[in-house]
């Protein structure tokens, strides 16, 4: 019976590696559920991966002793002892109890990673629309200050204008002035500044009155 001893020990060793194994995957479940990061960022894609696949494999091997150790217990040239096939029996109730375990974790995990997955993708469009709404409010600021900038300058340039307005008047203010003061000192100017204005007065009326007989004949002729 040195292959059962072998065997048994071997289903021993991958039952005690799996069980190890299996712990820390089903750990990665509540990890990626209490952790909301982005999966790929923080790796816990591909550890998931890797662990699933190894915890996989050393499930196909305790499986595949447990094949063996049955074929054993069903020699009937070398018929097991009762203890062996005691021993035979309980390593295949543990492989069983292992293959639901698995799965059962499996969903869980995979359950985990979906939500994560979907509470990353929700995080990353709130992200986007928050950077999204940010540019706009930051353009829209700039468009504001530059509204700001131009009335401004708008007003500046209206205040240099006035200004320059205000130079103007005084500057003709002066020249009146300088003016008057000079009329006054000559009253001559006056007189023929007077005499200029009545006699503008007098060719006005003379060419009112022409132009108002040249309209009464032009009628008369026409009726």
Known sequence: MSNYDSLHRQCRTL???FDTKLTAYSRLA?????????LEANGSGERWKDMETEVDELLQKLGEINEQLSALASDPDHPPSQSMQRAIQRHRDVYQD???????TKTNVQHALDQANLLSGVRN?????????????LSERGHIDNSHRMTDDMLAQAYETRAEFGRQRTTIQGI??????VLNTMPGINNLVAMIK???????????VIVGLCLVLLLTYMF
């Open 125 to 137: 469009d709130i992200d986007a629309y928050k950077s999204s709404a940010a540019d706009s409010l």
């Open 30 to 38: 509540s990890t990626i559920t209490r952790n909301h990061d982005d």
């Open 15 to 17: 039952e005690s590696l």
């Open 198 to 208: 009545s006699r503008r007065r007098r060719d006005s009326i003379i060419i009112g």
């Open 176 to 181: 009146n002035s300088r003016m008057q003061g």
């Open 98 to 104: 292992y293959v639901k375990e698995f799965r059962r």
